[in-house]
Nanobody, 125 residues
Framework: QDHLVESGGGSAQVGGSLKLSCVGT????????MGWFREVKEKEREGVAAIDQNGATSYADSVEGRFTISKDNAKRTAYLQMNDLKPEDTGMYYC???????????????????WGQGTQVTVSS
């Protein structure tokens, strides 16, 4: 059974935008830390952004100022608005969620929670 359902990946031009969504299937996700990881070519998995129940956010340096994570607790949904996309943003993006207070981008506690199926993001020039 899928706990997290992602959508919104696709292709964009350099400088363009995409918005990812991640819906938690159970009510518990309204109180969870939620975030995004990505796997890009020839690099290790990278934490991209995270948001806690109260809306506190954290970002990787590589996306700070370009990406925005948000969360609608009532809808159990997290969003990742990606602007000013670059070719190096190309990769598979995964949503993760967990009942951790250590809610920050790349948190291993977040990584040990539930994961979505992943959605591909491709940025081309």
């Amino acid at each position: 059974q899928d706990h997290l359902v992602e959508s919104g990946g696709g292709s964009a031009q350099v400088g363009g935008s995409l918005k990812l969504s991640c819906v938690g299937t159970d009510e518990q996700y309204s109180t969870y830390c939620m975030g995004w990881f990505r796997e890009v070519k020839e690099k290790e998995r990278e934490g991209v952004a995270a948001i806690d129940q109260n809306g506190a956010t954290s970002y990787a340096d590589s996306v700070e100022g370009r990406f925005t994570i948000s969360k609608d607790n009532a809808k159990r949904t997290a969003y990742l608005q990606m602007n000013d996309l670059k070719p190096e943003d190309t990769g598979m993006y995964y949503c993760a969620a967990g009942p951790t207070r250590d809610c920050y981008s790349g948190s291993p506690y977040l990584a040990s929670g539930h994961w979505g199926q992943g959605t591909q993001v491709t940025v081309s020039s």
